[in-house]
């Protein structure tokens, strides 16, 4: 502690320059320990929805199967992984929002749009492998 | 206490260069042909009135921020490139959390670009420095000016690793570490190089462990 002293009091030696530093230094002080303290915060009280400030629970949580996307080639399944400019995990958690009727079927029909033509259907499977949604070209 | 401006200098290039390089082929535009039921804003986008933008409105945004980012790795116009390349950055980099789920990558990326904005990191190894020097107008600087970002971004990080250790022994306690469970997330991603790891961590079971080690 005392070296930190030592070293504060040589970067300003006398009142009026470390005055002058304070008051230069106090806006980003504020702003930086504002977002340190939400930081703080959101990681004691354990909430992620102040994006870019978290408490980063990424893998935290035990694993499930997620819900698998599916396209029907030929008659057979074949899984789609992803969609431009989705990517996998996200596509996944967007299309597992709760959604109306009529949404679902307007992302599922954009989906679908986005595959090769050799794609007939795409259809989503939950945890247990039955079908929730699905659309047909 | 070894922290120079010649370090933030150097951090400044890495930082930006690393970032103009890897979101060089990034297509945002492509997020405004996503149909509007995607749409599920964060809070930040929602507080702020913060929209999709248009695709013209993407492409330039983008164009501009790629630009800002280049321009802060050479160091030329550094505090106008850092303040455009933070703005811009939160709305791009913020953009895509708005389509059904928030990844963590970038949250602390765009903290220290702010931290950067707010900084004299132009005042060493950039363009406006030579451009300075020969004209004779380089003014010595109190050397905390370079230590608190330096000191400010040390802390950023580390909050993140202590959060993100702290998460996993929350909602998994000792079977997130003894389990397989880093193993399954990871299996059920699309990304061979995971998959790999995959194979390679359900040999070393304690490879959870090992990643709350590197967080403590």
């Keep these: 502690m005392a070296e930190w002293f030592s070293f504060v009091s040589r970067l300003a030696p006398d009142r009026q320059s470390r005055i002058i530093a304070i008051r230069k230094a106090a806006p ?34 035990k694993s499930k199967p997620p819900t698998l996307l599916f396209g029907v080639v030929g008659g057979q399944e074949v899984r789609i992984t992803s969609v431009s400019p989705f990517d996998h995990s996200r596509l996944i958690s967007a299309l597992s929002h709760n959604m109306r009727p009529g949404e679902r079927h307007a992302v599922l029909k954009w989906v679908l749009a986005r595959q090769p033509s050799k794609v007939r259907a795409i259809h989503l499977r939950n945890i247990d492998g039955a079908v929730t949604h699905g659309i047909v070209r | 206490m070894r922290a120079s401006s010649f370090d933030l200098g150097i951090s400044r290039i890495l930082l930006y260069g690393f970032c103009f390089l890897y979101y060089f082929s990034y297509d945002f535009a492509a997020w ?48 106008p490139a850092t303040l455009t390349a933070a703005a811009l950055g939160t709305y791009l980099l913020g953009l895509e959390h708005n389509f059904g789920k928030v990844h963590h990558f970038t949250a602390a990326l765009v903290i220290v670009f702010w931290i950067l904005a707010l900084s004299r990191c132009g005042d060493r190894c950039s363009v406006d420095s030579w451009i300075r020097t020969a004209r004779s107008r380089n003014r010595p600087r109190n050397v905390l000016n370079y230590l608190w970002p330096v000191w400010a971004v040390r802390v950023q990080l580390s909050l993140v690793m202590l959060a993100a250790g702290l998460a996993k022994l929350r909602h998994g306690g000792m079977e997130w570490i003894t389990s397989d469970n880093l193993a399954e997330c990871w299996r059920h991603m699309d990304d061979t190089r995971l998959r790999t790891c995959h194979r390679w961590l359900r040999i070393w079971r304690f490879g959870s462990l090992a990643s709350l080690l590197f967080a403590a």
């Design chain 1, 28 to 61: 980003v002080a504020l702003v930086l320990g504002a977002v340190f303290l939400i930081t703080i915060r959101d990681i004691v009280l354990d909430q992620d929805h102040h994006w870019p400030i978290s408490s980063y629970p990424m893998y935290s949580g």
């Design chain 2, 32 to 79: 405004a042909h996503v149909p509007a039921e995607f749409w599920r804003p964060i809070a930040l986008f929602h507080q702020l009135h913060w929209s999709l933008g248009s695709e013209t409105l993407l492409v330039a945004f983008s164009v501009i921020w790629k630009a800002a980012l280049a321009l802060c790795a050479v160091g030329l116009a550094t505090r």
